[in-house]
């Protein structure tokens, strides 16, 4: 508990310096050593600063940045970047990475920062979860920025949610938007769909029956009630294979029932005496229809 607090303050002594949080901090946290070597405000010149590599936003409203870079020609930075120092004359964003390329646009030749001593673990760290907290970033950028704190920081989804504020199933439900087709990725990164959406057609395990209710989404302006809807009509079958055990019914016709429910993103049924049968596979209209036909490739 003790460690969770320790890094807790070192990222609040990168985003503050008030002298009073400071002499707070847990000294025992090498994350708070290293940032506690330089803090003053200083003047860099702006061809000195190189963005951050680990920056996790990748689109910036190019817009917003006009408007403010024409705040900034008025006002002035009202609040500074933070760097980190790399050599005499060079800089690496830390935060404020808006700011930055805004005052750029604006014509400043000088920039007032906060100077950090940061290695590039704590970069990483620090700037996913600084953005994470105070940047609007769309849930594909969240998601991956969980994702990176995981696997490049070697966060568990325990810890990564203390880090971030977030509650485990948060951070899962998240983590399980990058297994959604790409086109579905893009579209819930453009807001052309919700959240609520994407939470609903990921609970489908087959891509050709996300994508068919993906295009149903675009198509028919659906909503994420009507979404949820569909998403039970079409995993109805498969779940109630897997749950319930018809009796009489051979074990190996039960896994291809499965198997066939889960390929075809709804419920099959399979008939046989041991030498003759049947396969039955319903739709819920002539688009579906044309879904299963194309996973038929007929």
Do not use: W
């Given at each position: 508990?003790?460690?969770k607090k320790a890094l807790g303050r070192g990222l609040s002594a990168l985003l ?158 998240y983590l399980r938007l990058l297994k959604l087709p790409p086109d579905i990725q ?52 498969s779940k109630e294979s897997l749950v319930t055990k018809p009796q009489g019914v ?49």
């Open positions: 508990m003790s460690k503050s310096d008030s002298e009073d949080e400071r002499s707070e901090m847990d000294i025992t946290s090498p994350a708070t050593v290293e940032l506690m070597t330089t803090s003053n405000l200083n003047e860099i010149a702006v061809e000195e600063i190189e963005t951050n590599p680990f920056q996790p936003r990748q689109h910036f409203d190019q817009e917003a940045l006009k408007e403010l870079a024409d705040s900034i020609k008025l006002h002035g930075i009202i609040q500074p970047i933070t760097v980190r120092k790399l050599s005499d004359h060079q800089f690496q964003l830390i935060s404020g990475e808006r700011r930055y390329q805004a005052s750029k646009l604006a014509g400043l030749t000088a920039l007032p920062a906060y100077v950090r001593t940061a290695n590039d673990q704590q970069m990483l760290e620090m700037a996913l979860i600084e953005n994470i907290q105070r940047e609007n970033l769309n849930p594909i950028e969240i998601s991956l920025s969980y994702q990176r704190l995981i696997s490049e920081c070697n966060l568990k989804q325990e810890e990564l949610g203390d880090r971030v504020g977030k509650n485990r199933t948060t951070v899962t439900n893009i579209a819930l990164r453009d807001n052309r769909i919700s959240m609520g959406h994407a939470r609903a057609i990921i609970n489908i395990d087959d891509s050709s029956s996300q994508l068919f209710i993906f295009k149903k989404i675009i198509t028919d302006d659906l909503s994420v009630r009507a979404v949820e809807s569909m998403v039970r009509e079409l995993t109805q079958g051979p074990k190996e016709i039960q896994q291809l029932q499965s198997t066939l429910s889960s390929h075809f993103g709804t419920k099959i049924t399979v008939k046989s005496d041991g030498k003759k049968g049947d396969i039955r596979i319903p739709f819920l209209s002539m688009e579906d229809l044309n879904r299963i036909l194309d996973i038929l490739k007929i």
